[in-house]
């Protein structure tokens, strides 16, 4: 029954991790929802991120590639350090660093009370709201291009948030982006690449932390969880950063509240408790 259930959490990962609806409260959901009931973890969670962050980096291998050249030969003064690649990997480092910082300061109360049903209920209704109001009153303008070292702070900040389950790093990212006025496809494209380090950092972290200590699952489970992730995970970008093209978030709003209506009316009436 594990390989069946890393099979559908990586899945789920997969499907998740992009859209703006939490990958880490629907494992969490899902948990409850598994014969043992049972939380598959922080640790495990942020495993299986790296599947899903992998295919980020197949997906935009040549802007990544692009960026971190031009931010090397910046550094050595072969070209200016104004040039737009060389200041996107600036940005994407120094909007990193919140979400490193509040990530060791806070680990063990987002590996274990953060996780509260509770919690995640409200924050994908609170969150999903504000990526609603956001992508409405967003002037929708601004493209990558006319990031401020201001804008990447805040992008930071707002990826910061996500180490709360239910916020979603993309979530909170892209409803940044757009409060600042940023095209849909610029914002989205920006906190795919924001969350590059933190995953990967994080990741391996856990991965390494993990090594000899018990788990919800096998190291052979949350494996093939983080192969499906990442496959899945690849065709789930391909396909968002399309639909987002031509369409708003609004279903995606209308999901993220109905579920957390869900998890509040279960725990309410202690069908599952937090």
Do not use: C
Not at 22 to 43: T, V
């Amino acid at each position: 029954m594990g390989i069946i259930e890393a099979l559908i959490l990586g899945l789920v990962q997969g499907l998740t991790e992009f859209l703006p609806i939490s990958s880490s409260a629907h494992l969490r959901i899902l948990g409850e929802l598994f014969p043992n009931a049972q939380d598959p973890g922080a640790a495990f969670t942020a495993i299986t991120q790296i599947g899903t962050e992998a295919a980020v980096v197949v997906f935009f291998w040549r802007d990544i590639v692009r960026i971190v050249g031009q931010w090397g030969r910046s550094i050595a003064g072969k070209v200016p350090r104004n040039d737009p690649d060389a200041r996107m990997g600036w940005l994407i480092i120094i909007g990193s660093i919140p979400i490193v910082i509040l990530g060791v300061l806070f680990q063990d109360l987002i590996e274990n009370q953060l996780r509260s049903l509770w919690i995640i209920a409200t924050t994908l209704i609170v969150f999903g709201i504000l990526l609603g109001i956001a992508d409405w009153v967003g002037t929708k303008t601004k493209r990558l291009k006319n990031m401020t070292v201001g804008n990447g702070i805040i992008y930071g900040l707002a990826q910061a948030l996500s180490l709360i389950p239910g916020v979603s790093r993309s979530g909170g990212t892209i409803t940044a982006g757009l409060f600042m006025g940023f095209e849909r496809k610029a914002a989205s494209r920006y906190a795919f690449l924001l969350a590059i380090p933190a995953v990967f950092g994080s990741g391996f972290y856990q991965l390494f932390k993990s090594l000899g200590e018990p788990s919800v699952y096998s190291p052979l489970e949350t494996g093939i969880a983080t192969l499906v992730a990442f496959i899945v995970g690849l065709l789930v970008i391909a396909f968002f950063m399309s639909y987002i093209s031509r369409r708003s978030f609004l279903p995606f709003v209308i999901y993220r509240v109905l579920l957390g209506g869900v998890i509040i009316v279960l725990l309410s009436t202690g069908v599952w408790t937090a």
